[in-house]
C-alpha cells in the first residue's frame, strides 16, 4: 500500500494548539513568546515536543500545532501485475542445397521438351517433374532421370528453379506411387500411374 496527497479542495482540516504554561517574571513574557514562535516556524512537520528554557531556570513546554487533515489524505493501492514472458523457439531455417548440374543433353531435336509440354501448362512441380520425367523416357530413351536430368529440363523451359531440393519432389513422387527407384539411389523411374497424370496434362485435363 502507497500513500499519496490527491487535489482535493473540499473537505475539513483538524487542528489542535496547545498553550503554554509557565511561571515567568512579568519582564521575561516577550523573550518567552520569541522562543516559542521561533520553535514553531522551525520545527518538522509531525508532531514534536520543544522545551524552551526561560530565566530564572524556569522551563516552558510547548507543543507544535497537530494538523489533522483527514479528507486530504487518501490511501491508493498499487497492484503489481507480472506478465510471463514467453520465450520462443528460434525457427530453424532450412538451407537450400547446391543447385544439380546441367546435363549436356540434346533437348530440341525430335519432339523438343518445349513441344512436348506446350498447352499442358502445368503449375506444380510434381506435375512439371511427372512431364519431364516421362519425356526422358518416351523420347530420349532415359527411363532413369536424376535431379540433374529435372533441373536441366526447368533451365531449358525457363521455369523458376527456387527449389531448395531438387531431389524432395522426387521423393514424394515415389511416396505417392508416380515413381519407383529400381536401380542406384538417386534414380527415379516414371511408373504407369505417372504416366497416366501426365497423358491426363496433355489432353488439358490437368494443371
Known amino acids: 500500500m502507497a500513500k499519496g496527497t490527491t487535489g482535493k479542495t473540499g473537505g475539513t482540516s483538524k ?101 512436348y509440354v506446350q498447352g499442358a501448362s502445368p503449375k506444380s512441380n510434381a506435375k512439371r517433374f511427372l512431364m519431364i520425367a516421362a519425356w526422358f523416357k518416351e523420347h530420349r530413351d532415359t527411363p532413369l532421370v536424376t535431379a540433374s536430368h529435372i533441373y536441366t529440363g526447368f533451365r531449358t523451359l525457363k521455369w523458376s528453379v527456387s527449389i531448395p531440393d531438387f531431389s524432395q519432389p522426387l521423393r514424394d513422387l515415389k511416396f505417392a506411387q508416380y515413381m519407383t527407384t529400381p536401380g542406384e539411389k538417386g534414380h527415379y523411374a516414371i511408373n504407369h500411374l505417372g504416366i497416366a497424370e501426365v497423358e491426363k496434362l496433355r489432353a488439358g485435363g490437368g494443371d
Open 15 to 115: 487542528i489542535r494548539f496547545i498553550m503554554v504554561e509557565a511561571e515567568i517574571a512579568d519582564g521575561d513574557i516577550g523573550q518567552i513568546t520569541q522562543a516559542i514562535q521561533n520553535a514553531l516556524k522551525t520545527s518538522p512537520p509531525a508532531t514534536t515536543t520543544q522545551r524552551i528554557a526561560g530565566p530564572n531556570g524556569v522551563k516552558a513546554v510547548a507543543r507544535e500545532a497537530e494538523i489533522d487533515n483527514e479528507d486530504d489524505i487518501e490511501e491508493a493501492e498499487v497492484v503489481e501485475i507480472e506478465t510471463p514472458v514467453r520465450q520462443s523457439r528460434p525457427k530453424t531455417q532450412r538451407t537450400a542445397k547446391p543447385a544439380p548440374e546441367v546435363l549436356e543433353i540434346d533437348m530440341t531435336t525430335g519432339v523438343s521438351l518445349a513441344s
